[in-house]
Each structure stands twice: as C-alpha cells, then as structure tokens.
C-alpha cells in the first residue's frame, strides 16, 4: 500500500478498520499537525496498520468493553510531525525514541514494532474521588492485558499506552504520585495487585473480531 498522495487517498486510508470498533481516521487527528500545517500521513502505512491493529485488538478493545467508549487524545504521529513536536518542545520525543511507540510505521532500533495512543478513561476519570487513584487503573491494566509501557499524566488522568512485540512492562507516571510506578526488577512488578483496584468492573470478555 502506498503513502496517500491525494485526498480520496487519504480519505480511504482512514476508513481502514483496525478492530471492532477503531478505524484509522481517528488516531491521525494531531494538533501539531492541525496548527502547523504538517501533513499526518503515514510513510508506510502497511506497517502502520499492523501495529494500529494490535494496539486496538489487544488493548483499547478490552479496555472500550469493560469501561465503555474511551477518548482518544492523541495516537499515530508520522516522522514529520514527532520531529517537528520534539524540536519545538510540544511534549514529543525524539524520533528515534518514538520509533515503534506513537510513530507506528517507524521500527525501533531492534526492528521491532509497535503503537501508542494517549486515551482517556471516562467512567475512570469521573470516579476519580472513589477508586483510589491512577494507580488503580495502571494495575487493572498490569494484571489483564499484554501491554508494553503506561506513562499518566495529571490532566483527565490521561495516559500513553502502547502495544510493542516486546512488551517492556513499565509503568510511570507524571500525575502525583510520579515517578516509576513498576518495571521489571522491581518487587512489585509480579504478583496480584488486585487491593487496587477493587473497586474496577472484572475484564469484559471480547471476542476475537475478523476484519
């Protein structure tokens, strides 16, 4: 599959479906990319969408089944548009630190792959006085799904996770209290952790959808 080169292209690309209920169109939306005029198309979007489709399969799927519809903040950026946020300082990492992360076309540099999108939990969010802080969403999702990273921040409890063939495993935050919340070689990183989150709905089932 070749990079859009016109608007019905582009138009098209987005109507790929990658699980039961995400399509492409709405993890191309950037505000850098909006504000600055930079085109957010994928380079190679083959592998764009074979990461994007692990990342909603395996994560943003169970997580929509259990909790109900998720926000998307931010999701795909293409190498211009990380680039550009990383130079100017509008919260991007470097390109190569991006890479199998939320540039999903990139591989990293063990050739792997790789996707992250910013979300937000509604139901979460709005019961954010009674379960217990951040941490208990982060260890409902350690102790369920094959996740590689979690990073939250302090707005809306918003927080990257991602989907790599290579699952890191760690979890940090930006929200209070910050810091690493587990990685592996920490004590906590095995085990149950289900005091919690105690007060989080069981894991939905989802079926496995064919596209």
């Known amino acids: 599959m070749k990079k859009p080169g016109s608007m019905k292209a582009l138009e098209d690309l987005g ?4 699980s039961k209920n995400f399509f492409l169109r709405e993890f191309l939306h950037s505000e850098i990319a909006d504000f600055h ?4 198309i994928p380079d190679d979007p ?16 169970p997580l929509e089944a259990t909790f109900g519809r998720l926000t998307i903040r931010s999701g795909y950026r293409n190498r211009a548009v990380n680039g550009f946020g990383n130079a100017r300082g509008l919260n991007c990492s470097s390109n190569a630190a991006s890479a199998a992360d939320h540039i999903w076309d990139m591989r990293d540099a063990d050739g792997c792959i790789g996707a992250s999108a910013c979300i937000v939990i509604p139901w979460v969010w709005d019961r954010r006085h009674e379960v217990g802080g951040w941490q208990s969403i982060a260890w409902w999702i350690h102790d369920h799904l094959p996740y590689s990273s979690l990073c939250f921040f302090p707005k809306l409890w918003a927080f990257n996770i991602q989907w790599h063939e290579r699952p890191a495993r760690r979890i940090r935050s930006f929200a209070e209290p910050r810091g690493m919340l587990t990685k592996p070689g920490m004590a906590n990183q095995h085990g149950s952790h289900h005091a919690f989150y105690a007060l989080l709905p069981e894991p939905a089932n989802v079926p496995k959808f064919t596209l």
Do not use: H
């Not at 005029?37 to 957010?40: A, H």
């Not at 083959?46 to 799927?61: F, K, N, P, V, Y």
């Open 15 to 18: 109507r790929v479906r990658l």
């Open 46 to 61: 083959e592998l764009a969408i074979e990461a994007g489709q692990r990342l909603c399969e395996e994560l943003l799927e």
């Open 37 to 40: 005029r930079i085109p957010n």
